[in-house]
């Protein structure tokens, strides 16, 4: 089993993130950590070092940081991605950000960003993974204008335009939500599981408000088992194959 997006680098590990990880190991087969802003660089490769193959990473900068990168930042970061791109198993996550950016002129500097990061995905031949709050319909105007292949929507749950992702052969990665919304479950319901990954986001998505981690995917994975009418041994073998696939992988 594997969590294909979570973000171990957070504060909330600070005091027991071997600790978190070890346990990890006992029950999956491997995480997938998101370094969203450049001052997370080292942690993560310290992470992918210290934990070879069990730990791997995404890189991006979120959109909710576009306010607070310069272009020097950005472009420092996106050169310290590309010299350690055997070590970056995708780019993200990436996309906009309507929710927390909410001024039109911001708005347009997340699709700079965005469309940035989908050339750097292409650059380095790796997958894209995307954020998209309040944004879904302009996400997908963007990754089609662009061109983007390898594409995995994070934590997706625009119905209403899950036939395009469908259309367009893109993945959907399902978290914790799917526990107790019915929208997530018709998502479920309606996706391909060949097409499904799963994911917690942790440390966010916990039990009333409680801290998450990696081990909640076994959650979602009998989630999913239970709406594909499906065995948990059976949705557990397809997502993770759908996720070695995608990231390609060494496990």
């Avoid at 990473?57 to 055997?86: C, G, M, V, W």
């Avoid at 009333?208 to 989630?223: F, H, L, M, S």
């Amino acid at each position: 089993m594997i969590d294909c997006h979570c973000h171990l680098s957070e504060s909330d590990y600070q005091k027991d993130r071997d600790e978190v990880i070890e346990t990890c190991k006992q029950q999956l087969d491997a995480f997938i950590t998101c370094c969203a802003h450049p001052k997370d660089f080292d942690l993560t490769m310290q992470m992918l070092e210290k934990h070879k193959n069990f730990v791997f990473a995404t890189f991006s900068i979120h959109p909710i940081y576009i306010k607070k990168i310069n272009e020097e930042q950005k472009n420092e970061f996106f050169d310290l991605i590309t010299k350690n791109r055997e070590r970056v198993s995708g780019i993200g996550e990436t996309g906009l950000d309507y929710h927390h950016v909410t001024e039109e002129e911001w708005h347009k500097k997340q699709k700079e960003l965005f469309i940035e990061h989908i050339s750097l995905a292409k650059k380095l031949n790796k997958p894209i993974v995307i954020h998209s709050r309040d944004s879904t319909d302009d996400v997908i105007k963007i990754l089609e204008q662009e061109d983007a292949r390898d594409v995995l929507m994070h934590l997706f749950g625009a119905r209403n335009l899950l036939n395009r992702v469908k259309e367009n052969g893109w993945y959907i990665s399902v978290g914790p939500i799917a526990m107790r919304s019915k929208k997530h479950k018709k998502i479920i319901r309606d996706m391909p599981i060949e097409k499904i990954l799963l994911e917690t986001d942790s440390p966010w998505f916990g039990h009333e408000g409680k801290r998450n981690d990696p081990t909640a995917v076994i959650g979602v994975a009998n989630r999913i088992a239970e709406i594909k009418k499906i065995s948990s041994e059976e949705a557990d073998k397809i997502t993770t194959e759908n996720a070695s696939k995608f990231f390609g992988l060494s496990i």
